[in-house]
Antibody, heavy 125, light 111 residues
Framework: EVQLVESGGGLVQPGRSLRLSCTASGFTFGDYSMRWLRQAPGKGLESVGFIRRKAEGGTTEYAASVKGRFTISRDDSKSIAYLQMNSLKTEDTAVYYC????????????????WGQGTLVTVSS | QSVLTQPPSVSGAPGQRVTISCTGSSSNIGAGYDVHWYQQLPGTAPKLLIYGTNNRPSGVPDRFSGSKSGTSASLAISGLQAEDEADYYCLSHDSSLIEYVFGTGTKVTVL
């Protein structure tokens, strides 16, 4: 069974840092690009950023709202993706999800599947 | 502000058919990018419902179907059931933003 499990969330003060982990199982982790997404309380879904698979360079892209503060990395030997969050702001309060990017022949554009159960990050003094 | 617009809410009685629209533009749906749909039950993570505009993953009932025309896409739920009460989101790629964008989300209520 393909599964993703996030961990590392919690309560943190503004300006501090937190690192989230996304542990994968049930598939060859290194074959996929991985994405982090978030959902603020009562709000919609937002992409935070993603990391390409090594075969595509392993590079990263970020949403404008987190660029320069958040860093995504991966350890293919452990099947884990990380989200390092620095200089946290109150507006970063959200449930953070990781997901696998999927692309198939005949479909224009990727989709994200599955999603982990999410981990709550609360930024508050 | 999302570039994909959905109605905030739709409702229907059990057994009825409801549709959710996802309105985009010439840089996303109108550019030919496929649309994907997610169902988010209360307190849970989003679950893939439709991929590639009209394909259902294994295990998704055939009561759910997707389509698109021009710059819009639609998700239809036929034979509405109480368990379908959830939030639904569309997803597509935008060539202007060079990013994947979600719709604003629609809450489905079963009367």
């Amino acid at each position: 069974e393909v599964q993703l499990v996030e961990s590392g969330g919690g309560l943190v003060q503004p300006g501090r840092s937190l690192r989230l982990s996304c542990t994968a199982s049930g598939f060859t982790f290194g074959d996929y690009s991985m994405r982090w997404l978030r959902q603020a309380p009562g709000k919609g879904l937002e992409s935070v950023g993603f990391i390409r698979r090594k075969a595509e360079g392993g590079t990263t892209e970020y949403a404008a709202s987190v660029k320069g503060r958040f860093t995504i990395s991966r350890d293919d030997s452990k099947s884990i993706a990380y989200l390092q969050m620095n200089s946290l702001k109150t507006e970063d309060t959200a449930v953070y999800y990781c997901s696998r990017e999927v692309l198939e022949m005949g479909v224009s554009g990727k989709w994200f599947d599955p999603w982990g159960q999410g981990t709550l990050v609360t930024v508050s003094s | 502000q999302s570039v994909l617009t959905q109605p905030p809410s739709v409702s229907g009685a059990p057994g009825q058919r409801v549709t959710i629209s996802c309105t985009g533009s010439s840089s996303n749906i109108g550019a030919g990018y496929d649309v994907h749909w997610y169902q988010q039950l209360p307190g849970t993570a989003p679950k893939l419902l439709i991929y590639g505009t009209n394909n259902r993953p294994s295990g998704v009932p055939d009561r759910f179907s997707g389509s698109k025309s021009g710059t819009s896409a639609s998700l239809a739920i036929s034979g509405l059931q109480a368990e379908d009460e959830a939030d639904y989101y569309c997803l597509s790629h935008d060539s202007s933003l060079i990013e994947y964008v979600f719709g604003t989300g629609t809450k489905v209520t079963v009367l």
